[in-house]
Every structure is written in structure tokens, then in C-alpha cells.
């Protein structure tokens, strides 16, 4: 093991072995920055990003309270209302996808298409946060015939059961 370590040593120290260790170097780089560079990715390994973001959601349910308010106070009876939502889950993005059929397996894929200088997966849908409850504070919550109405209008608008909503009385 010793005679090995000596012998490389001794070739390291020759002029002609530095030279071509160096040149090596610097083509292994240039191949590696020449890679980068190209921005060649292989569609099958560039998924889409399924990140879904919460302020998407806040955003969504913050929207969606504010036009149900304006729509329960124009309800005869109802006056000013208060709307909070709770959200169970964020937006999901649906991308498409091609399903490739052989004898013995089936191999899903997303649809990718050229978007300028980069390929991306297609975009199908976006569907909207799922809530999974509504409160309703109003002026006329103390009515059963008015909290009927805005249980129906409420239930009808985000197509969801009656009793995921509560109304009461603002006081």
C-alpha cells in the first residue's frame, strides 16, 4: 500500500500530470456549466408545482364573506350581517394528463406544453377551497322567518347544507 502511495506521489510531482489533472478540471466544469446553462429538463421529471398557498384560500374566503354580507342585508328583514367561514381546505390546482395504456400497465403523464423557454404542465382547473361551515351574525337573527330566508340564500349561494350554517342575532 505504501509502494502505491509512493508511486502517486511521484507522478503527481511531474509537470505533465498536473497539467492534465488541471485540464480535466476544467472541462469536467465547463460540461457541468454547459449543463446548467442548456436548461434541458426532462418533462416526466419536472412535476408542477402542487404548493398550495393559504393566503390564496384567506383571500378566497375573505372575498366570499364580504359579497355574501352585501347580498343577507339587501334579504328584507336581515339589516346589517356579519359573515365568517371556515375553510377545511385550500385551493387545489388540476392539471391535465395523459394516460398511455400498454398490455400489462398504464402510465399516467401531465400534458406539457411550451410556454416561451420552458415547458410546463397544462393547467385544467382550479377549484375553489372547501368550506365547511358558515356563521352569520345579523340585526334580524332573532326572526325565524328571516333566518330561514338567509339559511336558504346562504345554503343555495355556496351549495353547501343548512346545517353547516348558524345565524344569530347581532346585538
Given at each position: 500500500m505504501q509502494?502505491i502511495i509512493?508511486?502517486?506521489k ?25 449543463s ?15 404548493e398550495?398557498s ?6 378566497y374566503?375573505?372575498?366570499?364573506e364580504e ?15 356579519k359573515v365568517?367561514l371556515?375553510?377545511?381546505?385550500t ?10 395504456k ?18 410546463e404542465?397544462l393547467?385544467k382547473?382550479?377549484n375553489?377551497?372547501a ?7 345579523c340585526e334580524?337573527?332573532?326572526d325565524?322567518?328571516?333566518?330561514e330566508?338567509?339559511?336558504i340564500?346562504?345554503?343555495?349561494a355556496l351549495?353547501?347544507?343548512t346545517?353547516?350554517?348558524y345565524?344569530?342575532?347581532?346585538k
Open positions: 509502494e509512493y508511486k502517486l511521484e507522478l503527481a510531482k511531474k509537470p505533465v500530470f498536473l497539467k492534465a489533472a488541471a485540464a480535466i478540471g476544467i472541462i469536467m466544469m465547463a460540461v457541468i456549466l454547459i446548467d446553462i442548456s436548461g434541458e429538463d426532462d418533462p416526466e421529471e419536472k412535476r408542477p408545482n402542487d398550495i393559504f393566503e390564496s384560500a384567506d383571500i374566503a375573505a372575498g366570499t359579497r355574501l354580507c352585501t347580498m343577507l342585508s339587501e334579504i328584507e328583514g336581515v339589516g346589517k350581517a365568517m371556515t375553510i377545511t381546505s385551493e387545489e390546482y388540476v392539471y391535465a394528463e395523459t394516460q398511455k400498454s398490455s400489462s400497465q398504464s402510465e399516467n403523464s401531465y400534458v406539457m406544453i411550451d410556454n416561451g423557454s420552458q415547458k404542465a393547467l382547473k382550479i375553489n377551497p368550506i365547511s361551515g358558515v356563521l352569520i351574525v334580524g337573527g332573532d325565524p322567518k328571516v333566518c330566508k338567509v339559511y340564500a346562504v345554503s343555495t351549495n353547501i347544507p346545517n353547516k350554517i345565524v344569530a342575532e347581532m
